[in-house]
């Protein structure tokens, strides 16, 4: 069964920063992109930035200068590290390979 599993969100300050994980279980990330989006109730998801497999990352401009995306193929692991987190980054944050997706994990950032 092919599943990615995200973790590593939560409640943050303002200002904070979190590291979140993309896991892929009976998938490899060798050789493809993978996405992080971010979707907030009654709006549509949006791709926060992929890494490619080359290991280069690009970005939204939700992103520059404040997110980095970096990955392990060995782990089969991609990481989203957010900093200077502000409450509109609050969102889910799901991961995709291709087709498949994860479940997401709540991140809110609120004094």
């Known amino acids: 069964q092919v599943k990615l599993v995200e973790s590593g969100g939560g409640l943050v300050q303002p200002g904070g920063s979190l590291t979140l994980s993309c896991v892929g279980i009976g998938i490899s990330f060798r050789g493809d992109a993978v996405g992080w989006h971010r979707q907030v109730p009654g709006r549509q998801r949006q791709l926060v930035g992929q890494?490619?497999?080359?290991?280069?990352?690009n970005f939204r401009d939700v992103g520059k200068g404040r997110f980095t995306i970096s990955r392990d193929d060995a782990k089969n692991t991609v990481w989203l590290q957010m900093t200077n987190l502000k409450p509109d980054d609050t969102a889910v944050y799901y991961c995709n390979r291709g087709q498949h997706w994860g479940q997401g994990t709540q991140v809110t950032v609120s004094s």
């Open positions: 890494i490619m497999p080359s290991g280069t990352a």
